[in-house]
């Protein structure tokens, strides 16, 4: 619950404005241009931007040195995300991979599992992806299904996922399987580290309604897992997918709301003379203004280990008021009747769909506020 | 906790114990300043310095407890000349260099004339001494014409409004009268000031809507209907996560104002007129989410959300 006290604030040091200053640099000599039209060529291009910027030195800043990292803090994070806002390919593409699933592997994962791991984060030559929904385990994850039976050295995995983002040019899954119990408890599940080059796993391109395939079903067939890719401990997997959730939230929300700053100027540029867009725009404006503060705080309470338990879900729930708030005014300004194409600010607005869905749909959210936070009683079944 | 950190907590108290509901809808019945009584308590304890430096004799409270300050003002329900005198008056007349120890004991009240124009990073502020009942502040600020009175000199140029408190934090216009004795505040305490008192409105607003959270939370918990308590119906919980968002948010940005002001930072106007938009009408909104949680009950007089909601609606108004 919150109470009368101001919360702490993510603050810049000088080493912070140091590494600001450095990429600054780095992005004025090495732009890397307009990302192709072409879907698997923006990929490689992706993927070299990240190696690239590792190379000079500014993927995972906040990791422990000996994962890789330099030891800062969320703050140097923060400072690559603002900075990559405004260059061409403002996205990371193993972003995934650094802001959920590193953090996961570090809380629960062995040092094996870290050296083995971590490194190819870093350089985008291992893709993640986050195999946890399935056709009946959407909101309720206590639904899923995916098996794996032990045998010997192996956990052996049958079942299906679905809407498995980035899927198609992953090397890893964060895979959530059943490995004891029955569909519809929390108990018996299990996450593991699956090499998506096993085989057995089929990989199926599911269309959007964008008509672009960034997610897929991926398919099991008696596919073999080392039981040494088991994250925490056979059982415990509940309790490690929600802390990728807790994870996800802080610098993936920072780096949304930056786009939507992006947005924002754009269509400031196209409408900001209309008396009719300047309420508008100021509105949308102070949104992402406290969006931004509220990101910023929970970095800073992520940092310091403050973090309470749920709170992650008003990032989200603001993000979701942001975007559809953006991308819905971008249209109602540009709207024309006769708009009947699919150009940039129609893409968004489809798109602004998504985000009360994906990652916990806003209803979802809202559950947690209720029973986590403001201590609200369930229903009696 | 720090000393001043239990100025703050001190400052809850009294507020609390001065003015608990009943008193407060005494006062809102007769719509009526406080009593000279329920004044001496908030004088007596010194709350009238709070923002002023300590240097000029006052408390110097820093930004985020003066922040801390206006959100229990809100959630208290503070009467509106008391929140003025701590944010405004006071502060101002001391910074005009004025010797406060007659205003913090509360035998003389201040008036205030702000004039923001149409540069908020340069406001322009003028302060005096005036012979209203002890402990009473008006605040003049915004856009409106000043017409000239006898003996008073109008300001020039820039449009002023006067916002004069008659009763429980409702603000009416009347007509501005600046007297030519009036002192200006040096202009970089006039922007500290300025910018204060337009973060303790943001505050304000905040604590009521944190006060009828916490209220409407634990109203759904108690209050059955169908055999169950109305808190384990969905969208009566989702109404009120919808309200924790609002809270939460806006406590998040108010942190990050209050550190910005606290910094000097330059880039502060824009995120406090960011604040201002967001949080005053995120507010009201909480506010009237929780009339509805309340249901009839929330509709009636001794519960007064109205307050609360009166509040917020006026400082959102005001701006
Ligand atoms: C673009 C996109 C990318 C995705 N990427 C991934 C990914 O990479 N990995 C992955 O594992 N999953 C991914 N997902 C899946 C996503 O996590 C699920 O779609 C989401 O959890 C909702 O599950 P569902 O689709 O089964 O909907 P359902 O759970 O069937 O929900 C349908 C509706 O019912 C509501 N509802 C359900 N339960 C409740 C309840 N208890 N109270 C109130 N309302 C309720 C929901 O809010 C929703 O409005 C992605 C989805 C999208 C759209």
Same mark, same amino acid.
């Given at each position: 619950?919150?109470?009368?006290?101001?919360?702490?604030?993510?603050?810049?040091?000088?080493?912070?404005?140091?590494?600001?200053?450095?990429?600054?640099?780095?992005?004025?000599?090495?732009?890397?241009?307009?990302?192709?039209?072409?879907?698997?060529?923006?990929?490689?291009?992706?993927?070299?931007?990240?190696?690239?910027?590792?190379?000079?030195?500014?993927?995972?800043?906040?990791?422990?040195?000996?994962?890789?990292?330099?030891?800062?803090?969320?703050?140097?994070?923060?400072?690559?995300?603002?900075?990559?806002?405004?260059?061409?390919?403002?996205?990371?593409?193993?972003?995934?991979?650094?802001?959920?699933?590193?953090?996961?592997?570090?809380?629960?994962?062995?040092?094996?599992?870290?050296?083995?791991?971590?490194?190819?984060?870093?350089?985008?030559?291992?893709?993640?992806?986050?195999?946890?929904?399935?056709?009946?385990?959407?909101?309720?994850?206590?639904?899923?299904?995916?098996?794996?039976?032990?045998?010997?050295?192996?956990?052996?995995?049958?079942?299906?996922?679905?809407?498995?983002?980035?899927?198609?040019?992953?090397?890893?899954?964060?895979?959530?399987?059943?490995?004891?119990?029955?569909?519809?408890?929390?108990?018996?599940?299990?996450?593991?580290?699956?090499?998506?080059?096993?085989?057995?796993?089929?990989?199926?391109?599911?269309?959007?309604?964008?008509?672009?395939?960034?997610?897929?079903?991926?398919?099991?067939?008696?596919?073999?897992?080392?039981?040494?890719?088991?994250?925490?401990?056979?059982?415990?997997?509940?309790?490690?997918?929600?802390?990728?959730?807790?994870?996800?939230?802080?610098?993936?929300?920072?780096?949304?709301?930056?786009?939507?700053?992006?947005?924002?100027?754009?269509?400031?540029?196209?409408?900001?003379?209309?008396?009719?867009?300047?309420?508008?725009?100021?509105?949308?404006?102070?949104?992402?203004?406290?969006?931004?503060?509220?990101?910023?705080?929970?970095?800073?309470?992520?940092?310091?280990?403050?973090?309470?338990?749920?709170?992650?879900?008003?990032?989200?729930?603001?993000?979701?008021?942001?975007?559809?708030?953006?991308?819905?005014?971008?249209?109602?300004?540009?709207?024309?009747?006769?708009?009947?194409?699919?150009?940039?600010?129609?893409?968004?607005?489809?798109?602004?769909?998504?985000?009360?869905?994906?990652?916990?749909?806003?209803?979802?959210?809202?559950?947690?506020?209720?029973?986590?936070?403001?201590?609200?009683?369930?229903?009696?079944? | 906790?720090?000393?001043?950190?239990?100025?703050?907590?001190?400052?809850?108290?009294?507020?609390?114990?001065?003015?608990?509901?009943?008193?407060?809808?005494?006062?809102?019945?007769?719509?009526?300043?406080?009593?000279?009584?329920?004044?001496?308590?908030?004088?007596?304890?010194?709350?009238?310095?709070? #923002? @002023? =430096? /300590?240097?000029?004799?006052?408390?110097?409270?820093?930004?985020?407890? &003066?922040?801390?300050? %206006?959100?229990?003002? *809100?959630?208290?329900?503070?009467?509106?000349?008391?929140?003025?005198?701590?944010?405004?008056?006071?502060?101002?007349?001391?910074?005009?260099?004025?010797?406060?120890?007659?205003?913090?004991?509360?035998?003389?009240?201040?008036?205030?004339?702000?004039?923001?124009?149409?540069?908020?990073?340069?406001?322009?502020?003028?302060?005096?001494?005036?012979?209203?009942?002890?402990?009473?502040?008006?605040?003049?600020?915004?856009?409106?014409?000043?017409?000239?009175?006898?003996?008073?000199?109008?300001?020039?140029?820039?449009?002023?409004?006067?916002?004069?408190?008659?009763?429980?934090?409702?603000?009416?216009?009347?007509?501005?009268?600046?007297?030519?004795?009036?002192? #200006? @505040? =040096? /202009?970089?305490?006039?922007?500290?000031?300025?910018?204060?008192?337009? &973060?303790?409105?943001? %505050?304000?607003?905040? *604590?009521?809507?944190?006060?009828?959270?916490?209220?409407?939370?634990?109203?759904?918990?108690?209050?059955?209907?169908?055999?169950?308590?109305?808190?384990?119906?969905?969208?009566?919980?989702?109404?009120?996560?919808?309200?924790?968002?609002?809270?939460?948010?806006?406590?998040?940005?108010?942190?990050?104002?209050?550190?910005?002001?606290?910094?000097?930072?330059?880039?502060?106007?824009?995120?406090?007129?960011?604040?201002?938009?967001?949080?005053?009408?995120?507010?009201?909104?909480?506010?009237?989410?929780?009339?509805?949680?309340?249901?009839?009950?929330?509709?009636?007089?001794?519960?007064?959300?109205?307050?609360?909601?009166?509040?917020?609606?006026?400082?959102? #108004?005001?701006?």
């Amino acid at each position: 619950m919150v109470t009368t006290v101001l919360r702490p604030t993510l603050r810049f040091d000088d080493a912070d404005e140091d590494v600001r200053a450095r990429l600054r640099r780095f992005i004025d000599d090495h732009d890397p241009g307009r990302p192709s039209a072409d879907f698997p060529e923006r990929v490689a291009q992706l993927r070299q931007w990240q190696a690239a910027l590792c190379a000079a030195g500014f993927i995972g800043m906040s990791w422990p040195e000996s994962d890789g990292g330099q030891g800062r803090g969320l703050s140097a994070e923060a400072v690559l995300c603002e900075e990559l806002g405004r260059t061409t390919m403002p996205e990371l593409i193993n972003r995934i991979a650094l802001y959920t699933v590193a953090p996961m592997i570090q809380q629960w994962g062995t040092p094996e599992q870290r050296s083995r791991l971590l490194p190819g984060m870093l350089d985008a030559s291992e893709i993640w992806c986050q195999g946890f929904s399935e056709p009946s385990a959407g909101s309720d994850l206590a639904g899923i299904r995916t098996r794996a039976r032990r045998d010997g050295d192996d956990w052996v995995i049958n079942g299906q996922k679905v809407w498995t983002s980035r899927a198609l040019w992953s090397k890893w899954c964060a895979l959530l399987v059943r490995t004891d119990g029955e569909p519809g408890s929390h108990k018996g599940l299990t996450l593991v580290a699956l090499d998506m080059g096993t085989p057995g796993v089929t990989v199926r391109p599911l269309y959007q309604m964008l008509h672009e395939a960034h997610f897929s079903e991926v398919f099991f067939d008696d596919v073999r897992v080392p039981h040494a890719n088991v994250i925490g401990e056979p059982g415990q997997g509940w309790r490690v997918a929600m802390s990728t959730m807790g994870f996800e939230r802080g610098l993936f929300v920072l780096e949304r709301q930056i786009g939507l700053r992006r947005r924002l100027a754009v269509l400031a540029e196209q409408v900001g003379e209309r008396p009719d867009a300047h309420v508008k725009l100021g509105e949308l404006a102070a949104m992402l203004e406290v969006l931004r503060a509220h990101t910023y705080r929970t970095l800073a309470e992520q940092d310091l280990g403050i973090l309470e338990p749920g709170s992650t879900s008003v990032d989200k729930l603001l993000l979701t008021e942001c975007y559809q708030a953006v991308c819905g005014e971008a249209f109602d300004l540009n709207s024309q009747p006769d708009r009947l194409f699919m150009d940039e600010i129609a893409h968004d607005l489809i798109e602004a769909r998504s985000v009360s869905i994906y990652s916990g749909s806003t209803e979802i959210q809202r559950n947690v506020i209720g029973s986590q936070i403001l201590g609200l009683p369930r229903r009696a079944k | 906790m720090s000393e001043n950190q239990e100025v703050v907590e001190l400052f809850a108290d009294i507020c609390r114990d001065t003015f608990d509901m009943p008193r407060l809808l005494e006062l809102a019945e007769r719509d009526d300043v406080p009593t000279a009584g329920q004044v001496k308590v908030f004088v007596d304890a010194g709350v009238l310095g709070l #923002a @002023v =430096p /300590e240097d000029l004799g006052g408390v110097g409270l820093g930004v985020n407890e &003066l922040t801390e300050i %206006a959100m229990h003002a *809100g959630e208290n329900l503070l009467p509106w000349h008391l929140f003025a005198a701590i944010f405004g008056g006071v502060p101002a007349i001391a910074a005009a260099g004025d010797d406060v120890d007659d205003v913090i004991g509360g035998d003389v009240s201040v008036a205030l004339a702000v004039r923001v124009g149409d540069r908020p990073s340069k406001p322009e502020l003028l302060t005096w001494r005036t012979s209203t009942e002890p402990g009473r502040v008006v605040v003049i600020d915004g856009p409106e014409t000043v017409d000239a009175a006898a003996g008073v000199e109008p300001l020039p140029g820039d449009t002023l409004r006067v916002g004069l408190e008659p009763g429980q934090g409702m603000l009416t216009i009347g007509a501005p009268a600046v007297p030519s004795t009036s002192a #200006a @505040v =040096p /202009e970089a305490a006039a922007r500290r000031i300025v910018r204060i008192w337009r &973060l303790a409105l943001c %505050a304000q607003a905040w *604590g009521c809507a944190n006060a009828l959270l916490e209220r409407s939370v634990a109203y759904a918990k108690e209050r059955e209907q169908f055999g169950a308590p109305i808190a384990t119906f969905q969208a009566v919980a989702h109404t009120l996560a919808d309200m924790h968002v609002g809270v939460a948010a806006g406590l998040s940005a108010l942190g990050r104002v209050s550190r910005l002001i606290d910094d000097g930072d330059a880039a502060v106007d824009r995120e406090l007129a960011s604040l201002e938009s967001w949080l005053l009408t995120r507010s009201r909104r909480v506010c009237e989410q929780a009339v509805q949680v309340h249901g009839g009950t929330g509709f009636t007089w001794e519960q007064d959300s109205r307050g609360n909601w009166a509040c917020t609606c006026s400082t959102a #108004a005001s701006w």
